[in-house]
């Protein structure tokens, strides 16, 4: 990935500087928000450390250059990771197994049998998966599911009254 030409200077205050706050970097022409975008994202992959919490709610957290980093200027990626909720896990489960059963998922991801079935019913009554086979397992009733709609990587969510959100689809 390109390396941001706004990161360049910032980079080197970073480097040259002892410790740093978002007011610093504001200093050398950026937003806040871009600021706290740079922030986080050095933070996650470990450029940077927090020194010291902001006392005040009009404080800022003070920062600096983590030890053993190079001065080499990094690449930011500007991918949203999808986050590891046990919804999203067991939605990638389904996506990867495509034919499946409950206890299949709830092997594979370490979630309750009771949520895994709650989801799976949800998936059902919305129409992302249909009932392959009814086998007898352990319980007395087992289902062997298919999916049949995978939209996306991002897990299907439910409203209260059960209709499904998909965040995969821009406009609902």
Known sequence: ??????????????CSAKTFSVP????????RGHAYWYLKKMLHQGLIVCRQKRKSRRGYNTY?????VSSEVPALSRKKRIEKTPRQKAWTTIRI?????ISDIQTATNNSYNSCLLYVRHL???????ILAKNSGMNGREFTYQLIQNTGPLA?????DGSPI???IKYQ
């Open 1 to 14: 990935m390109s390396k941001p030409t706004t990161l360049i200077p910032i980079w080197q205050h970073i």
């Open 166 to 168: 998909d965040p995969n």
């Open 124 to 130: 059902f009554k919305a129409g992302f998966i249909k």
């Open 156 to 160: 299907i969510q439910f409203r209260r």
């Open 97 to 101: 197994f495509g034919t499946f059963r």
């Open 24 to 31: 610093d970097l504001c200093n050398l022409g950026i937003s």
């Open 64 to 68: 600096s250059l983590a030890p053993g």
